[in-house]
């Protein structure tokens, strides 16, 4: 072990479209909405995460909020990288320390990323002063975080519905064997029930209300074993301007999202026709396995075992799933060298 060895900090990242989550000593230090307040004027981010997130629809002119991160992948560098360098700045362990420590990163990136996107990732990383950096796909990462034994010989499917895509993809050997990414996620569910509440209720609701819909309400089929009782929700009446309160009810919510979710089922059912027969009758055995956040879904693992007649499993903590994986595979660099992207 070097004098290097000895300055290095250890973190892995899950950089999502929805939340950033960080592990540091294996614990999970960070976990904030990937949202960053800029002022206008002097160009400064004045707030990250959770602040910048309560900010969010409520700004005015001289406040931006900025999600740096679409579909998975950094749209705006800056921001990006102003966010990733606050976030491990507020590490409580990295806070003490006289200088920032040089960093041993692995981060997590989607399946469907291309070269440039993930050259945006690294350079990011190499700012922050990352020195050795090593990326992980997201299914990948997903499937150690749920505790599978990746580099068997045995099929895997897994299913993780983030904030800007779905990555599904089925795991052999320590590799990806066939995969789809779609861009139909968290976001579009959002998107989905803010356009059905203007249409059915002249309601115009705001991004957070309509998040909080989807967490409180939200259903993949109308009918569920344990319904979620009624919403009130207010917003904005679109024929009189006025503020107005309407009764939702997750039956509603389950209408607004059959759309998107069945292109999600669409896309499984394509995977799963692209799987060789030997991974196939893998699959037939273990089944699917749900991780990320839209796979709390009210509903949606039953949706998706109707539709595949395959038993459907969620995570036991879906949010996490990915962060828990890159920080095994992080612990774990020689095992895992093989799957890392150096």
């Known amino acids: 072990m070097g004098f290097f060895d000895f300055m290095t900090e250890e973190i892995a990242i899950d950089l999502g479209t929805a939340n950033t989550l960080i592990i540091h000593l294996d614990k999970v230090v960070v976990d904030s909405p990937s949202i960053v307040a800029r002022d206008r004027i002097s160009g400064k981010i004045i707030a990250v995460g959770r602040e910048a997130n309560m900010m969010q629809g409520k700004t005015h002119e001289n406040i931006k909020t900025i999600r740096p991160l679409k579909d998975g992948v950094i749209a705006d560098f800056d921001a990006s990288e102003k966010m990733i360098s606050m976030f491990i700045k507020n590490i409580p362990a990295l806070k003490k320390k006289w200088f920032p420590p040089a960093l041993r990163m692995v981060i997590c990136i989607p399946s469907g990323i291309t070269e440039v996107e993930m050259r945006a990732v690294r350079e990011s990383a190499e700012r922050v002063n990352g020195k050795e950096v090593y990326l992980i796909h997201e299914p990948m990462a997903a499937a150690i975080g749920i505790g599978l034994d990746i580099m068997q010989p045995k099929g895997n499917m897994i299913v993780d519905i983030g904030g800007g895509t779905t990555e599904i993809a089925v795991i052999a050997l320590g590799g990806i ?121 009210r509903g949606l693992d039953r949706r998706l075992s109707q539709k595949t007649d395959l038993p459907v499993y969620i995570a036991e903590d879906p949010l996490r799933a990915v962060v828990r994986g890159t920080g095994i595979a992080l612990k774990n660099l020689e095992r895992y060298k093989s799957i890392l992207i150096k």
């Open 177 to 297: 064997v066939c995969d789809k990414s779609v861009k139909i996620a968290g976001d579009v569910f959002t998107n989905d029930i803010i356009y059905y509440m203007r249409t059915q209720h002249n309601l115009y609701v705001g991004e957070s209300t309509a998040e909080a819909i989807k967490i409180e309400i939200g259903s993949a089929t109308e009918d569920l074993k344990s319904p979620p009782d009624d919403k009130s929700i207010q917003g904005r009446d679109l024929l009189t301007g006025k503020p107005k309160q309407v009764q939702v009810s997750y039956r509603e919510i389950a209408k607004a999202l059959d759309k998107s979710i069945l292109r999600v089922e669409d896309a499984v059912m394509e995977t799963l026709s692209q799987t060789p027969p030997e991974l196939a009758a893998d699959i037939y055995n273990t089944g699917i396995y749900l991780a990320g956040g839209g796979s709390m879904l």
